[in-house]
């Protein structure tokens, strides 16, 4: 049977771990080649690695996706290499700190601001340029349900995810007759690093946070990417500028 992403050259930041990760397998099973984009070396090649040990096709480039010169040399290098680009998933990203917004520190605010929002823009800006001169592509950005409604003591976080939902919604726009589609996931509490490291920081929220998804558990990283290889797909063709919750009903509450 064929792959929903046959013959697509997909690039994706943030894949060294976690949702990154787990999306760069269901890309490379449903038949794309796969870019891993990420400041971390040792976790992006052993994404490689796990996807030629499966049959796929995979690259690693470093990138840091805060950095202009880094995200223009990331999508250079993924053209270079496969001759296109097809699909991007702009997913890298930090949690940064759990305080009240009087409180949250500036360095962490711009850390925050730099990687989940300048840093989506960043690799929005390469990836659109490309994708003009080709004619076509599908992008998908990685905000959360943190994009959609508030969470106390999150500010830089929430701020920078509603940031990408509002980002996603103007590049779909700008062009929709350009053939690129822009559309972002919004991912509930998902069991991956990033969330274990904020159960440290605040022991409370590992309290019951995936009771409090409808469904009753944590999201499998997987979960998140099987949503994204069908929004890069021709089977969401029609589908553009839309943050799709992927929450387990988390946002219907
Ligand atoms: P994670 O920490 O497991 O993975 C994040 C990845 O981003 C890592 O591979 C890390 O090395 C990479 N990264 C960090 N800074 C980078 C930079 N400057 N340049 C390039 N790569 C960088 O986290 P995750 O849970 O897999 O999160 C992935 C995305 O999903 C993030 O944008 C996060 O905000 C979002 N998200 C996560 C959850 C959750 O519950 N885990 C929920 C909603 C949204």
Redesign the pocket.
Known sequence: MAGLLDGKVALI??????????TAQVFAREGAKVAV????VE??EETVRLIKDAGGDAIFIQ?????AA?TEAMVKTVVETYGRLDCAFN?????GDFVPTPDYPEATWDRVI???LK?VWLSMKAEIQQMLSQGGGAIVN?????GLQGIAAGSA?VAA?HGVVGLTKTAALEYAKAGIRVNA???????????K??FEKVPEMAEGIGAAEPVGR??Q?SE?GEAVAWLCSEAASFVTGHPMAVDGGYVAQ
Do not use: F
């Open positions: 930041t943030g894949a060294s771990t976690g949702i990154g990760r787990a984009a990420d400041v971390n976790g992006a990138t840091d996706v805060s950095q880094d997913n890298a990203g930090i949690e730099g990687i989940n840093g990685t905000a959360s349900v943190a976080y995810k996931v919004c991912p509930g509490a998902v069991d991956t690093p990033m969330l490291r904020a944590l999201a990283p998140i």
